[in-house]
């Protein structure tokens, strides 16, 4: 359940060809309890609400065991109601916000007690570079926003001020950071050290990072 076309594709077509190479291997080695497994591959194309459609037709038609796939915390969202209607099993492959727990799905990513909060600490630290301000630069949906609102609430907890936080959205698929880079290359000359924290998703990260560098 991939969106092999659209803005997530450059995430997620790896994923899949990863989840379809350890299938063949299952299957060299004689396949689970003696039997092949077999992958039905489907691609909602970054349409969000098409999501739930393509995950009913693979849990009421494909009668599939279980799904591999979503990248996004609003693609997970969107299928999580047909997964608890019909008793499926989600596999969530990336990290999330957290503030979700549901029997249908197992969360294999790190939530940000797990990997963003342990970043910024890092960040912070001699080690680190010893950071006194923070640019805060996501994707507009659930997964960067929350990230933030969490990041934001740990880093006032250890002195950051809100002038020394300087966050910001892009829309899915945005492709020109030369604004948003002039105004972290400002907020970063006023003086103190200056980290960057990321929670872009999909191919925005090809020209934000060309940019940034």
Excluded at 107 to 134: C, D, H, W
């Amino acid at each position: 359940l991939h969106s092999l076309s659209g803005t997530m594709a450059i995430s997620e077509t790896a994923l899949k060809n990863v989840a379809l190479m350890t299938i063949e291997e299952i299957n060299a080695g004689g396949g689970v309890l003696g039997r092949k497994l077999e992958p039905v591959v489907v691609d909602p194309a970054s349409n969000w609400p098409l999501f739930a459609e393509r995950a009913r037709q693979l849990l009421a038609q494909d009668k599939v065991a279980a799904v591999f796939g979503c990248w996004t915390s609003v693609s997970r969202k969107s299928v999580l109601p047909v997964f608890k209607e019909l008793n499926g099993l989600l596999f969530y492959p990336v990290q999330y916000e957290g503030e979700e727990l549901e029997k249908n799905v197992f969360y294999t990513g790190a939530a940000p007690n797990q990997q963003a909060i342990p970043a910024v600490e890092y960040l912070m630290s001699e080690e680190g570079g010893g950071a006194k301000r923070f640019v805060l630069l996501g994707t507009d949906y659930v997964y960067p926003r929350t990230t933030n609102k969490i990041l934001r609430a740990f880093l006032k907890s250890k002195g950051v001020s809100d002038a020394d936080i300087l966050e910001d959205y892009t829309p899915f698929g945005h492709a020109d950071y030369q604004t948003i880079i002039a105004r972290i290359k400002q907020f970063a000359s006023e003086g103190k050290k200056t980290a960057v924290v990321s929670t872009i998703n999909g191919d925005s990260n090809v020209p934000f990072y060309k940019e940034l560098g």
